[in-house]
């Protein structure tokens, strides 16, 4: 998909330590999807994203904003096909809804 990023999310920090290109480890189960250019908050810089409305497995999204510094302190930077694989329920919105997010 043209113009997303694609992060893992995991529990905390160390889990994301932990994990590796190979094996992504004890992750959450879902995947933010940002777009756009982050922008700076009075908390810190921002980004657009789609992420997890709950913390189970693949859950429902809505778009909203992120945190850089959660960005990189608790997700990792995944491929397309490996966001797919783990959160099918953000792929439902963002293939069949696109209009909503523009």
């Keep these: 998909m043209k113009g997303y990023k694609f ?6 920090a160390k889990a994301k330590r932990a994990a590796t290109r ?3 480890g004890n992750h959450a189960g879902n995947v933010i999807a940002t777009f756009g250019d982050p922008y ?4 810190g810089a921002q980004i657009e994203a789609l992420s997890a409305v709950f913390s189970g497995d693949n859950s429902p999204v809505a778009v909203g904003a992120v945190a850089l510094e959660y ?3 608790r997700c990792k930077r995944i491929s ?3 966001a797919r694989a783990i959160h099918p ?3 439902n919105r963002l293939d069949y809804e696109p209009a909503a997010i523009q």
Excluded at 40 to 43: E, G, K, L, Q, V
């Design 89 to 91: 329920e953000l792929f």
């Design 80 to 82: 397309e096909g490996q």
């Design 71 to 73: 960005l990189s302190e």
């Design 40 to 43: 700076p908050t009075a908390n």
């Design 7 to 12: 992060f893992l999310e995991y529990p905390n």
């Design 22 to 24: 190979a094996a992504l």
